[in-house]
């Protein structure tokens, strides 16, 4: 069964000292971090199931979408990233023997080739929305993504969704913030691989260690509906259209 979002924010996170108080969409991009089958489909090694306050991949999907929509029809531009290697192993690196179920490097793991990589439906980039392609944990590692975003130099605010909260989203919002981009993370459209501290605390895993040092050093963090009532108070606008032609 999903696992829900039932966190309530202010009693885990200090948000006492906010980045952020508004998303003004003339400024902001969303960036979607690896929505991809193989982190969010229950048949694949690398799944998400949620628990102990992280939500399952089913909820983060659903939310995403929404998230997705939100900010196309305030003109936000749409970036997205995805993970994945070679299947012959020559960028394999040190990633097999930290996830061995995953066959990291080989044709019958994260390969390319493999169908999973691909943006998990009913996710859809459109036309023009790059999309970049990785090999390590950072959207920015290895890619032109800041390149990207030096052609859009009214941006200086991240919105960044996807997963895994600890790992790929984490070193994303760490570059991010590096390059003095205000960063906001949505709390509700990401989840991690959540290995309690313990058991018996619930909210003791990565998810919510991420959350908090996203929220006291990195940046800001958000729900789904608390962004929805902020772009509340922007106009609608017409989508962002074709962006600039880079990216995977």
């Not at 960036?31 to 089958?37: A, E, F, N, T, Y």
């Not at 694949?44 to 929404?66: D, F, I, K």
């Not at 709390?187 to 691989?193: E, K, L, M, Q």
Request: glycine share 10%.
């Amino acid at each position: 069964m999903p696992e829900p979002f039932t966190i309530d924010l202010d009693e885990v996170l200090n948000r006492n000292y906010p980045g952020i108080t508004h998303v003004d969409p003339k400024r902001a991009a969303l960036l979607v971090v690896d929505m991809q089958g193989y982190f969010l489909h229950p048949d694949q090694p690398a799944y998400l199931p949620g628990g102990n306050g992280a939500p399952s991949s089913e909820t983060v999907l659903e939310n995403a979408v929404r998230c997705v929509e939100l900010c196309r029809s305030h003109g936000m531009p749409v970036i997205w990233s995805r993970w994945g290697l070679r299947g012959d192993g020559w960028d394999v690196g040190r990633w097999a023997p930290k996830w061995p179920a995953w066959h990291a490097g080989t044709p019958q793991g994260p390969a390319w080739e493999n169908p999973e990589i691909e943006i998990a439906a009913p996710l859809k980039p459109l036309p023009g929305e790059p999309i970049f392609d990785k090999s390590r944990y950072s959207s920015f590692w290895g890619t032109p993504l800041q390149t990207f975003l030096q052609h859009l130099p009214d941006v200086d605010t991240l919105v960044i969704i996807g997963v895994t909260t600890n790992f790929c989203v984490r070193y994303t919002v760490e570059d991010a913030f590096s390059l003095d981009y205000h960063v906001l993370v949505i709390a509700d459209c990401t989840t991690a691989t959540n290995d309690p501290i313990q058991y018996a605390v619930g909210g003791s895993g990565q998810y919510i260690a991420a959350l908090k040092d996203f929220q006291i050093g990195l940046g800001d963090v958000w729900t789904l509906t608390e962004l929805e009532h902020d772009l509340a108070t922007a106009p609608a606008a017409a989508p962002a259209g074709n962006l600039v032609g880079v990216g995977g």
